[in-house]
């Protein structure tokens, strides 16, 4: 299975206030996310974390990242600077990367901490994937009511856990068959 993620922030006290976040700090947020990513996610899946996993350092990411299970590929974001440790990054990411595009199902995905207006395949049912508005799910609804294949895989948009590239295509599943 393929899972995306973004924005979880670990270690960032801020983010709990300006996301909103049901956390009373970053220890409890730190645990709750953990925690939810290892329910779904197993060691045999790859997940893709779409940006900005922590703001804290190559040492305490390491620590993090031991802790979550699947096969780690990172989307760089605007926060993930602990991935300019080389050897953390060749170590704990199957890949580190400013964009992807995958197909799984024959669907194309394409990746980036950024949301794009139009991307490729835009016209042709792919769906682009991305992190950094800390959208919440009415974000996801409203662009599905509107037609645009554009899903906000952070946290803050999908109950703080990690989304399945299965569930992203039936979310989109009836907007799709009108391309």
Known sequence: MIYF??????????IIKSTNRPFRNADEMNKVLVRKWNEKVTFEDD???LG??????????????????????L??????????NRELAETMFI???????LIYANTMFVLCHYPFAEWNGYAKGSICLHGHQ??????????????ILRYDVG?????????SAEEVIAFFAVERKKF
């Open 134 to 147: 800390h959208n919440h799910e009415e974000y996801n609804i409203t662009n599905r009511r509107e037609g």
């Open 95 to 101: 890949s580190v990367q400013d964009y992807a595009e």
């Open 5 to 14: 993620t973004a924005d979880l922030h670990f270690y960032h006290e801020k």
């Open 52 to 73: 900005d996993f922590t703001m804290k350092g190559a040492e305490l990411a390491a620590a993090i990242l031991s802790a979550l299970k699947g096969r780690k590929h």
């Open 75 to 84: 989307i760089r974001g605007n926060h993930d600077q602990f991935v300019d």
């Open 155 to 163: 946290v803050d948009a999908n109950r703080m856990a990690p989304v």
């Open 47 to 49: 997940i893709y974390i």
